[in-house]
């Protein structure tokens, strides 16, 4: 019986081995591009008590096909929108998550409603599965008509995670 348990021990730490060996933390570039829709209105969590929810979907050449929400809290500035806040969870196909903070500004094009992101920057705080441990940021691009809510975006930057 004593040899059977030292044997069973035996197989199991050289499982987890074999598993610990074909992982490692790993640092590369991040780009996710996609299209948003955003839709503005109340928000109790936001000192303005105005905020947006965002929806969309994209794509990542390291992380494939995504899907993403967001929500942020807004503050009107003359012509520019100030926003804040923002948490951001950025969904691949095999369910992993990644999140992540953001905030920046939306300026006038001078063209209709349509505005771009200003300042706008991403900093990942985390995940799930493989990105659990997650660290980074980067730059937040886009663009979005403000009648209508509907944009693009495309986050920018470095992040760190746990490779398996």
């Known amino acids: ?10 197989g199991v730490a050289l499982a987890l081995a074999s598993g610990a060996a074909s992982a490692q933390w790993v640092t590369t570039d991040l780009q996710v591009t996609g299209v948003i829709q955003e839709v ?19 794509s990542s050449t390291l992380l494939g096909r995504v899907a993403f929400v967001a929500n942020d809290c807004i503050t ?30 939306f300026v006038p094009t001078g063209q209709g409603t349509n505005y771009v992101f200003s300042g706008a920057t991403f900093q990942i705080v985390g995940g799930t599965g493989q990105y659990m441990f997650a660290s980074g940021g980067g730059q ?25």
């Not at 019986?1 to 035996?10: D, F, P, S, V």
């Not at 008590?49 to 979907?57: A, N």
Request: with cysteine.
């Open 1 to 10: 019986m004593h040899q059977a348990i030292l044997t069973l021990a035996g």
């Open 76 to 105: 009107p500035d003359g012509p520019i929108f100030n926003f804040s806040r923002g948490r951001f969870i950025v969904m691949t196909m095999s369910g992993d998550q990644v999140y992540a903070n953001y905030s920046g500004q």
């Open 40 to 58: 503005p209105g109340p928000s109790a969590r936001c000192p303005s008590k105005f905020g947006g929810t965002i929806t969309g979907h994209g």
């Open 140 to 164: 937040l691009q886009g663009t979005e008509d403000m009648a209508t809510g509907a944009g693009t975006i495309s986050m920018s930057g470095r992040m760190s995670y746990w490779k398996r």
